[in-house]
């Protein structure tokens, strides 16, 4: 049995330890390093259509807040044409947005797409990066879509675009 000068002397090399450390946090308010980051650049390799893309290692991207004709509906061709020009083949940003879901039903990341600074495509350019997903209603490809939730970060940028 441990005597108290025993006991008294581990008590004070914990608390001196959680002291240089700083307070202890719950498990749950600590996201592992992967979980922290919410951007991401890589290539886009393929346009599937208005608002999916494929990007390198074959990971399927759904645009959040646009949603474009479908296959067979009038604007799908122009909508699909239009981001090809866009990202294919470019280096893109990815961004989640907190307030949505990673990914959706499909397993497909929900994101933002950012072009980066100085790019020029289908003769107009931009000294600044472009968010694509706004950059598609501006254009007149899209509509803002909020059925599964608004842009929790550039509502008013989605808002304006389609005004």
């Known amino acids: 049995m441990p005597n108290a000068k025993s ?5 004070a090399l914990f608390l001196c330890a959680c002291a240089a450390t700083g307070p202890l946090a719950p498990a749950h308010d600590v996201a592992p390093a992967e979980e922290v980051a ?12 208005g608002d999916r893309i494929e990007v390198e290692g074959g990971e399927r ?25 866009l990202v294919e083949g470019r280096e893109v940003r990815l961004e989640a947005d907190p307030a949505h879901d990673d990914r959706d039903r499909f397993g497909r990341l929900l994101r933002y797409v950012w ?4 790019w020029t495509v289908a003769g107009f350019s931009s ?28 509502d008013a940028r989605f808002t304006a675009a389609g005004d």
């Open 38 to 49: 919410v951007t991401d650049t890589v290539l886009a390799v393929r346009v599937i259509d």
């Open 127 to 154: 000294g600044d990066d472009v968010l694509v997903n706004v950059e598609m209603i501006e254009r007149g490809c899209s509509k803002y879509e909020t059925k599964w939730g608004a842009s929790s970060l550039y």
């Open 115 to 118: 072009l980066f600074t100085g």
């Open 7 to 11: 006991v008294v002397s581990i008590a």
């Open 61 to 85: 991207v759904r645009l959040l807040c646009i949603d474009t004709p479908e296959r067979g509906q009038p604007g799908f061709d122009e909508s699909k044409a239009f981001l090809r020009e």
